[in-house]
């Protein structure tokens, strides 16, 4: 019997920490999220959040992990079930406070019913990027200066849950992530660069959010991250070390090193 689920979002992650367990996941997703490469075994609604739960204990489930970018849904109150509507005035007053706050209520719902919330961290911990450069070229002089400047726009940024990563060139903020994620940010970049000097350099920056819940919601890469800060005109991304998963990591570097492109992982 299946004893880990994922409950899964969108991307490449959940694939690969299918690929971390040592038995197959049973694969959970919510109606409007699908995960790259993989099978859904039970989808749900967020509307119906208690009967899930209490599905999954019907399935002897004991350990919960949450991976993948996933898609805010609409709440529709005539769809839910009496037991999950008790508890949309607490889930309203979380998903309004923000991407960490949502997942916290989750992560401490989910809890309550018995289950082991775990993360990559605690599921698979070859997937998280270990400190030091990664790439065969070293980030310069001035691109460790604005990975530093990147840290301190996210740190300040913090407290409102805005996002996780930024990017920065000559200690310029060019944008900074919001709700639609880092490849939202690189397009715009991309899209402006060509109007305004500097046109070229300029580092990524993606960190965790200072005490946000680690389990879930970490910052990722991988080789779309890449494409798309070359079609930005970057030069470097730096990334927090141990607190940011790589993904299909010989894939991401071979295209960094192919680009020129300098790949670091800060304490």
Do not use: Y
């Not at 998280?128 to 310069?140: N, Q, W």
């Not at 070229?200 to 993606?206: E, F, N, P, S």
């Amino acid at each position: 019997m299946k004893q880990v689920a994922i409950i899964a979002g969108g991307g490449d992650l959940p694939l690969e920490l299918a690929r971390q367990l040592g038995q197959p996941p049973l694969i959970c997703a919510m109606d409007n999220n699908r995960p790259n490469g993989l099978d859904v075994d039970i989808s749900f609604s967020l509307s119906r959040l208690v009967p899930f739960l209490r599905l999954l204990e019907d399935r002897n489930i004991t350990t919960i992990a949450l991976a993948g970018a996933a898609n805010r849904p609409r709440l529709d109150p005539e769809h839910f079930d009496p037991e999950t509507a008790s508890l949309l005035p607490e889930m309203v007053a979380a998903m309004r406070s923000g991407d960490d706050a949502t997942l916290r209520w989750i992560i401490a719902l989910i809890e309550e019913f018995g289950f082991e919330v775990k993360g990559v961290a605690d599921l698979a911990p070859s997937l998280l990027v270990p400190a030091g450069v990664l790439t065969a070229r070293t980030p310069s002089t001035a691109e460790r200066a604005d990975a530093e400047r990147g840290e301190t726009i996210l740190a300040a940024l913090a407290p409102v849950d805005v996002g996780q990563g930024c990017v920065v060139v000559s200690g310029l903020c060019l944008g900074v992530e919001a709700l639609f994620g880092t490849d939202a940010l690189l397009l715009g970049v991309s899209s402006h660069r060509p109007q305004r000097e500097p046109t070229t350099g300029g580092v990524l920056v993606k960190r965790a959010k200072p005490g946000q819940e680690t389990r879930v919601d970490l910052p990722t890469m991988g080789p779309d991250t890449v494409a798309n800060a070359v079609a930005a005109r970057l030069t470097g991304i730096c990334v927090q070390a141990d607190k940011t998963i790589l993904l299909d990591r010989a894939r991401t570097l071979r295209a960094a090193n192919a680009a020129g492109l300098a790949i670091w992982a800060a304490p």
